[in-house]
């Protein structure tokens, strides 16, 4: 992952280079990789996010600019759009990305007043001498739309480098498109949806970091967490989410990979990442426990090995959702007008491993009753995560681990309003449980030589609810179940230091079924219940003979499947292009994509022949068509040849990064460059 290369399980963590070099064999050979003649530019599997016409929206235009080195920091003076007033039907983000040469998939993100409306990685572009790609990330963000009624600063960073050896440098362009919500909008409904107020819990860049580099304010290692302040003076809010934005990178990049700590002590590996496989987002308010999920096995564009993600990228790896918590029991003590410390960790985040964690609260005020809320947490049952991990010694020094783990809690809260008495009155009843279950297999075959497989599942189960605690009565409810199963394997064989192979195959996928009846003021739109899944295999090898890439293969397939969201879709990939597209498209405008969307986050750029009829997107088009028309048009604009060169470039000394820190001693690690040293603990 850009700038975070971890070598350190043979298979899964050395093979995540840059196309067009390696930045170092084990033996310190450099290693560079041939063109290739055609491909397709990089694209996300998923229905479109609904694009407005021009007559019928309006663009803000927020950034223009030319990514070069890992400090940058692009800032954009925001103002809302004169002729698209408030309320708004839809708010959306549309980036565009290019670049060229050789370059790391990098990670970023863009904030708006402080708060992260977006978490981002970019693809890797093809190689010295090569053409450039491009790519575009779209997101709808109306439930964010307090943050858009006023002018702010917009931020945007994606560490990156550029010098000799890693030659792209990231173009972007992105800009907000604002419809206005009327009484005749098909659309209108959403408005309703939006929070009152979003804000950032860590605020990254407040004067109190002291100008501290945003990705080290967010950054959680080991046992340390993320936490902020947050305060309610108004004691009106009746709901409350918490937006978790949450990534692994360095040594908890493949955490589903690491070795268990039995394994390192008993082989001696403790150079290897380790933690187990079990992770879990957990979430304390005041230091209580508020909540935890499983978060989603997302695979970054340099992953494994780097062609199994050309041209279709793994799932959610440009637009990385965040994982949502309701607050609900604890509304009645965030509603005390006093400061409160909202605080999120991750179980099991291994000693060299980090991640970057931006909590966002989104909350909903009732104005009109006007009578301050109170309450209390009247119970909370939770138990330690019980993990479980079963390791067997094989011959040729290797291993299987078998894992298992169960979490469950329940969160119940009181909340009602004072009369003018002081009475407590109307008082209801929030709960919130789950279960979550998880399963690995990790396999090892000789460490030195280089091959695993892991393969799993994480599932879930959330179930929220709301009653009235004199009648009973319930008020409303919503159900969340999910499952990530995963299988991936990999093989490097390394003969000597310039004949070896990379080999990867992988499994992702993603089931899930939500439901809910709420009260129609806050609810989500119609239809109550809504399912979706996904799932992407992919496959590729990559043959290096005299320090020169003289083979590479590629195979993928991806497809989306919502009956209720109306939208299906099978992609076919070959050796960097797209060979077969289809898709059904029946309610780009209905609620339950409204709600795949905006809510549930599944939506991806519109690309034409990919999950849009070409007439529909060059209607809707700003900057030129995303229009790719037919397959051969959605090869980057035509099928491109490329000259067949061969490079010979000097990458810098792999014990040190970027801006000349060393290593730490006895840690495996081929460091991606510019990758920070420095990790703050709190």
């Known amino acids: 992952m850009q700038g975070t290369s971890h070598a350190l399980q043979p298979a899964l963590h050395v093979l995540g280079q840059p196309p067009g070099v390696l930045e170092m064999s084990r033996h310190g050979t450099p290693m560079f990789s041939p063109s290739a003649a055609l491909y397709t530019d990089p694209l996300a599997q998923g229905p479109a996010v609904a694009t407005a016409s021009d007559d019928s929206s309006c663009v803000v235009n927020l950034f223009d600019v030319s990514i070069t080195y890992w400090g940058q920091i692009d800032t954009a003076a925001y103002a809302p759009p004169a002729d698209c007033p408030w309320p708004w039907a839809s708010v959306a983000l549309e980036l565009e990305g290019r670049t060229q040469g050789v370059q790391y998939d990098r990670y970023g993100a863009l904030w708006l007043s402080g708060v992260e409306i977006l978490r981002t990685t970019t693809p890797e572009p093809l190689g010295y001498d090569e053409p450039p790609i491009s790519w575009n990330v779209d997101r709808k963000l109306t439930q964010y739309s307090p943050l858009f009624r006023s002018a702010a600063d917009a931020k945007l960073i994606i560490p990156n480098t550029v010098d000799s050896t890693y030659t792209g440098p990231l173009n972007i362009t992105a800009r907000l498109r604002f419809v206005s919500a009327t009484a005749e909008s098909s659309s209108a409904s959403s408005a309703s949806t939006a929070a009152d107020a979003v804000v950032s819990v860590l605020s990254p860049f407040a004067d109190e970091w002291g100008g501290e580099f945003a990705f080290d304010v967010l950054s959680a290692t080991a046992d340390a967490n993320v936490s902020g302040v947050v305060n309610f003076p108004s004691r009106l809010a009746v709901r409350a989410l918490l937006d978790v934005y949450a990534t692994p990178h360095s040594c908890e990049e493949f955490f589903y990979a690491n070795l268990a700590e039995e394994v390192r002590e008993m082989a001696n590996l403790t150079n290897y990442c380790g933690g187990g496989t079990y992770r879990e987002v957990e979430v304390y308010v005041d230091e209580r426990f508020a909540g935890s999920a499983l978060p989603f096995p997302t695979i970054y564009t340099g992953g494994i090995v780097p062609d199994l993600w050309k041209p ?364 920070p040293m420095r990790r703050k603990t709190r």
């Open 312 to 675: 279709i990228t793994g799932p959610h790896s440009f637009n990385i959702p965040p994982l949502v918590f309701d607050l609900a029991p604890f509304l009645g003590l965030l509603n005390d007008g006093h400061n409160h410390t909202i605080a999120v960790k991750v179980v099991n985040n291994c000693e060299y491993g980090v991640w970057f964690i931006d909590p966002v609260l989104r909350t909903w005020y009732d104005h009109v009753d006007g009578r301050p809320v109170t309450g209390r947490v009247t119970q909370l049952s939770r138990a330690p995560p019980s993990v479980s991990e079963e390791v067997s010694t094989l011959p040729l020094s290797s291993y299987e681990i078998s894992m298992r783990a169960v979490s469950n809690y329940t969160i119940v809260g009181e909340m009602g309003r004072e009369d003018p008495n002081g009475t407590i009155v109307d008082v209801l009843v929030h709960t919130v449980a789950a279960s979550l279950h998880a399963t690995n297999q990790n396999g090892w075959i000789d460490p030195a030589l280089g091959w695993s497989t892991t393969y799993g599942e994480m599932v879930g189960e959330v179930t929220r609810s709301t009653r009235a605690a004199r009648s009973g009565i319930l008020v409303q409810w919503a159900t969340s179940e999910y499952a990530y199963p995963y299988n991936i394997s990999s093989l490097y064989l390394l003969p000597n230091g310039e004949n070896y192979s990379y080999q990867g195959v992988v499994g992702l996928g993603l089931r899930r079924t939500e439901a809910w009846d709420f009260d129609a003021a806050r609810a989500y739109p119609a239809p109550q219940a809504l399912s979706w899944s996904l799932a992407m295999n992919s496959s590729a090898d990559y043959f290096v003979r005299n320090s020169s890439v003289v083979g590479r293969a590629s195979a993928s397939k991806a497809s989306f499947k919502s009956s209720d969201g109306c939208f299906t879709q099978q992609l076919t990939a070959a050796d960097r292009l797209l060979v077969d597209s289809t898709f059904v498209d029946g309610c780009l405008d209905a609620p339950a994509r409204i709600s795949l969307c905006e809510h549930f986050d599944e939506c991806v750029a519109a690309r034409a022949g990919v999950n849009v009829e070409a007439t529909t997107l060059e209607a809707a088009s700003t900057n030129g068509p995303r229009d790719l028309g037919n397959l051969e048009a959605a090869n980057a604009n035509g099928p491109r040849a490329a000259q067949l060169t061969r490079t010979s470039r000097q990458p810098t000394a792999a014990s040190y990064d970027v801006h000349g820190h060393m290593q730490p001693a006895g840690l495996l690690l081929l460091r991606r460059p510019g990758w």
